[in-house]
């Protein structure tokens, strides 16, 4: 999908979404492991997603406050990439076809994968300090069974469950974190 359209969209469009909903899912996610979203998206399986209306519900509330202090996190964490990677800052290419978004997505890989590498040595090398020499090391990981893929309205209910549950976690730290 090319051009601009709303993130709901690109998700559902996604080899990520398909992953997530199949067989292969255990390769992407551990038990417990999901994605959080904002109220645009619905919760699923992998994905809890913030109440779209809270509606005064103080629980609502709280949860998605929680929901958007982990998406300031991640922005955080999208600045601190740019900051090291100067290259991310503007990307100068318009993306017209699939060829140009699939070179994007793994320039923007490579520097998160290097980014992780960079991190794990304790090193705060950024691009304009020129190369380094490494040495690579191999990880062999063994996936987790399958489990298999739930259809599109068990899909939502369960995703209403664990969104219930990551909420009652959430709220339970926040309580104690507080004092509450």
């Known amino acids: 999908m090319l051009g601009s359209c709303h993130d709901v969209i690109c998700l559902r469009q996604s080899s990520l979404w398909k992953r997530m909903h199949s067989q292969q899912q255990h390769l992407l996610f551990d038990r417990g492991q999901y994605l959080l979203g904002s109220s645009g998206y619905t919760s699923g399986e992998r994905l809890v997603a913030a109440f779209r209306n809270a509606g005064g519900d103080k629980d609502k509330t709280d949860f998605n406050t929680c929901i958007a202090h982990v998406r300031i996190a991640n922005e955080d964490c999208i ?5 090291r990677w100067h290259s991310l800052k503007e990307v100068r290419t318009q993306v ?3 060829a140009e978004n699939q070179y994007l997505v793994r320039w923007v890989r490579c520097c998160i994968l290097m980014h992780n590498f960079l991190n794990r040595r304790r ?16 990880e062999v990981q063994i996936p987790a069974p399958p489990t ?3 259809d599109e309205r068990a899909m939502i209910a369960h995703g209403r469950r664990q969104r219930l ?4 976690e959430c709220l339970a730290y926040m309580r104690n974190v507080n004092g509450h």
Do not use: C, F, M, Y
Not at 125 to 134: K, L, M, N, R
Not at 165 to 168: L, N
């Open 165 to 168: 549950e990551v909420q009652s």
């Open 148 to 150: 298999p893929p739930l």
């Open 79 to 83: 600045g601190i990439l740019k900051s």
């Open 96 to 98: 017209k076809n699939r």
């Open 123 to 138: 090193d705060d090398w950024t691009e304009a300090d020129g190369p380094i020499e490494v040495e690579v090391e191999s």
